[in-house]
């Protein structure tokens, strides 16, 4: 019996191909495709894929937040993300947040197969690199982890964006231009799963950071 399989990613080129490639094969099926989290969620109000495989970053709801959305009403849901971020601390968050399994856009067509169809068999998938990784970031304090986390030029920035530094500020004490600052601070936020300078803060509050 093949596969009901739902993608969702917003680049068209990227998802034509994920098509076309996965329906090669002979145990699966695309039921559905969508280009954004409004678009998947309509897909699902009227067919139920076995599995969906979900890109992280979209334009409008994504990320944990429509992972999190789509297990709320379909607590059920086999969900893996392909993703292009292969941080840890975005990997223990999707993880946290009910994913399936999380592989990274840069694998072989033919390990997201096996990937696929491992989730499908056993309800889970990790690489054994990423699972390596998962394994210690759970053993450390995640205020320590995210030295590993983060590059040392994204800490500064971090620090004094907590400390209410705009980004024209950061850019005169640095010596760096407006948009390097930009982004770097969109670099952290994807790699620590956040949305806004208001989460950076509340984190760093939450995990007694630069004190």
């Not at 329906?23 to 039921?31: L, N, T």
């Not at 500064?156 to 980004?167: H, M, Y």
């Amino acid at each position: 019996m093949a596969i009901r399989l739902a993608i969702t990613d917003d680049h068209h080129l990227v998802r034509d191909g994920l098509v076309q490639y996965l329906s090669m094969s002979p145990d699966i099926q695309i039921v559905a495709e969508a280009a954004n989290g409004e678009g998947i969620l309509e897909k699902l109000r009227v067919t139920t894929p076995d599995l969906l495989l979900l890109d992280m970053t979209m334009p409008g709801k994504s990320g944990v937040d429509l992972l999190g959305h789509i297990k709320d009403l379909y607590p059920d849901m086999l969900i893996l993300v392909l993703s292009m971020h292969n941080e840890v601390n975005m990997v223990l968050r999707a993880m946290k947040a009910g994913a399936s399994g999380y592989i990274c856009k840069d694998c072989s067509p033919q390990t997201l197969l096996e990937a696929i169809r491992k989730v499908v068999s056993t309800g889970k998938y990790l690489s054994p690199q990423m699972a390596e990784q998962l394994a210690y970031a759970s053993a450390v304090p995640e205020a320590e982890n995210i030295e590993h986390i983060l590059s040392a030029r994204e800490l500064e920035i971090f620090r004094l964006i907590v400390e209410g530094l705009d980004v024209g500020d950061i850019a005169n004490q640095l010596f760096i231009s407006d948009k390097t600052v930009s982004t770097h601070k969109s670099h952290l936020l994807n790699k620590l799963g956040l949305k806004n300078t208001a989460e950076l803060v509340r984190y760093a509050m939450e995990h007694q950071l630069f004190a």
